[in-house]
């Protein structure tokens, strides 16, 4: 779906997520070297919507885990604690990134929308990212480790929200061949349910969690979960990743 100027509301389970969510969410302080943030935007489903669902806090409560476990130390914001101010304040050291939200293409740019307890919400684009991911004393672009784009558009090929990140729309294969460094990048392409990706991402970090490389418990997850087959996970970086942000720390059980 396309952001057309005007957000169409539909009582359906999309993680289209076709406008702005919200509600407030406890938030964890990180004061540990490895920052992680976990942003879910649950507004258009209660209030926006009034569609009774839990799927936003669920899929943010898998990620903060499955953050927690990689060895990050993760904070978690939705409803008025998810905004783009936020989003931009901590984004220039996060390690980790994870955001369910209505993503797409705006005449703005590839980005996502806010959750700030409000029915209109503003956008968060990868181009803003990127900016504050510049680092001033080297201008180097920081690279992210973990980077989950729960919400439609932001996987596919044209897409620049993993650009934003230093992470290439590239892969590496089982064997190694085309390493890509400590980097992983998860996203869907065109329209995305919100049932398929909880089935598929608790299936994800569950191989995760079980010390399989991401590559492989993406394909894992892909293989075992229920899918409708109206939802495509796509994913770039390395596949023999475990996630840790540690300098040195392999998966146990890569191929």
Known sequence: MRHDGGLRWRRRVLLCLTANLAIAVSTVPTAAAYQASVYDNKTAFTTCAGI??????????????????????????????????????????DQGFYVHSHGDHYWIGWGFREDNGSCTQGIVTSSQI???????????????????????????STSDFPDAFGIAKQRSTSTGANYQGPRF????IGTAWTNDMLSFEAAFWKYVKSGRGLGEAFGLALRNAPLSGLTTPNWWGTYTYSGSPLPSQPCSRCL
Do not use: W
């Open 185 to 188: 990048f998860l996203g869907y």
């Open 130 to 156: 990127r900016s504050k991911r510049i680092d001033p004393a080297t201008n180097q672009l920081r690279q992210a480790n973990v980077v989950v784009a729960s919400t439609c558009h932001l996987g596919e």
């Open 52 to 93: 009774n669902t839990t799927i936003p806090q669920q899929l943010r409560a898998l990620a903060v885990d499955a953050f927690k476990f990689m060895g990050y130390a993760p904070s978690s914001f939705e409803a008025a604690t998810f905004t783009a101010s936020r989003v931009l304040s901590r984004v220039p050291s």
